[in-house]
Nanobody, 125 residues
C-alpha cells in the first residue's frame, strides 16, 4: 500500500530555513523516482526537485537551484527537501510524489503515480 506522508510545513519569516519530510512506512526503495512539487495560491503545480535513486543525484527547477536541497534516505523510508533563504514567493502547499520508474521529465507532475496530501509552507516578510 502506498501512503506518502509529508511533514514539516510551517509559518516562517523571510530568510529562514526549513526541512520538509516525506515518509512511506511501506518503504521508499520501491520508488525509483521521488519528487517535490509546490502549488501556490492561484498557481499551477510546479516541480521543484526530483531524485532518481539510480542516478544518485537530484535535479532542480531553475527556481529551486541554489536554495533547495533534496535528499533521500531509503533506509529510513524518507525523502527530504531543505529550503534555505526562504522568500514570500515560496509560500505554497508542498507535495511529495513518487513513481516506480525513471523518467526523462522528472519535474513534470503528470509523470508521477503517487502523491501525498501536502504540507503548507507560509513565508512572511
Amino acid at each position: 500500500q502506498v501512503q506518502l506522508v509529508e511533514s514539516g510545513g510551517v509559518s516562517v519569516q523571510s530568510g529562514g530555513s526549513l526541512r520538509l519530510s516525506c515518509s512511506d512506512s511501506g518503504g521508499t526503495l520501491r520508488y525509483t523516482t521521488m519528487g517535490w512539487f509546490r502549488q501556490g495560491p492561484g498557481q499551477e503545480r510546479e516541480g521543484v526537485a526530483s531524485f532518481n535513486r539510480l542516478w544518485g543525484r537530484p535535479v532542480y527547477s531553475d527556481s529551486a537551484k541554489g536554495r533547495f536541497i533534496m535528499s533521500r534516505e531509503d533506509d529510513k523510508n524518507t525523502a527530504y527537501l531543505q529550503i534555505d533563504s526562504l522568500e514570500p514567493e515560496d509560500t505554497a502547499v508542498y507535495y511529495c510524489a513518487a513513481m516506480p520508474r525513471a523518467t526523462m521529465t522528472p519535474l513534470s507532475p503528470w509523470e508521477y503515480d503517487f502523491w501525498g496530501q501536502g504540507t503548507q509552507v507560509n513565508v512572511s516578510l
